[in-house]
């Protein structure tokens, strides 16, 4: 099967300082995370062909859209690109069927409104679509630029901040039908963010930015594993994401268990089936570390594992210390002291103590 990732390689002095290399296959979700000023919408309007940049190769599978050494840059409507902007860009005067015919000029005119119809029952707005954008909520004005943005047909999908504008609560619903559309239309999908509840809800892969250079690019687990990226570490905490599948659900003890990697951990959650996939973060300040298993306590998960990495910054009052238990990596902010107490180096035996309300589990179409 042919090759259908996109990949990209960014360098530039200005106006905004670039320096990144990386890949996105169909079906993964890479987010693009950093402060504002970072670079992260440039990389994506260099990838859409609406920005130049100095020095750099964007190709998506076979076809090459950029290639400053060969003087190769196509035009933004000749790459299959769905952009879902910040602001949404709908079309005031348009309807929600209209505005996403807009993106329907390759096919034949009479097939426009009854793809368009499609679309919009893809995201499920089947009865909005004779409404304007002043019309609609800023949810379903998002899931009408969703919407069109797949009316291109895209060999790849590109979303810049698209929940910035709508409250949690819907915030949460929208997160959930872009990780249904993952599923559904195996494309590579790039996710601009400066919120870490989009990276633990949505992607696969992440690529952290700090002032337009890629400070590390990986798998979401890897990264989020990892003891020495102390941006994260200031920006939102560190703490270790994995993918889980729900196993023997405990309502009576408001309890389930959950399956990671050879663990199995116990997490406070009366509704979550047993089979359900979730994602699960532990944040490296609730977990404790111990030398032997304790007795007598009010905590569910005691966790055998071995140090693998200490990472104490001068920087930083704690220490970070990443164990592996099981298939998983886990990380445990400690004080100097505990480290000295315990004797915590590479390749110590220990145990991990994690209380079940430390560990937020988020519901998740992943597989």
Known sequence: MADRSISVRLHQASPIPLDLDFTCAPGDVLAIFGPSGSGKTTILRSIAGLHRPAQGVVRSGA??????????????HQRA?????????????????GNVMTALGHRPRAERRVRAEQLLAQVHLSSHADRRPAELSGGERQRVAVARALAREPAVLLLDE????????????????????RQTIDVPMILVTHDFDDVVRLATHLLILEKGRAVAWGTLEELTSRPDLPWVRTAVGLGSVFDAVVGRSLPSRGLVELNIGGATLLAS???????TAVRVRIP?????????PPEGISLHNTLAGVVTEVHADAAFEHVIVQLAVGEIQLLAEVTRDAVATLGIAS?????????SVSIDVVHSHAT
């Open 347 to 355: 390749g110590l035996p220990i145990h991990a103590l994690i209380k």
């Open 269 to 275: 959650d009366r509704t979550l089936a047993s089979g």
């Open 284 to 292: 490296a300040r609730e977990v404790i570390l111990a030398n032997r």
């Open 162 to 181: 698209p929940f910035a504008a709508v409250d949690r609560d819907v915030r949460r619903r929208l997160q959930d039908e872009i990780d249904g559309l």
């Open 81 to 97: 690109v769905g952009f879902v902007f910040q602001e949404y860009a709908l079309f005031p005067h348009l309807t929600a069927a």
């Open 63 to 76: 076809q090459t859209w950029t290639d400053t050494s060969a003087g190769v840059f196509a035009p933004p």
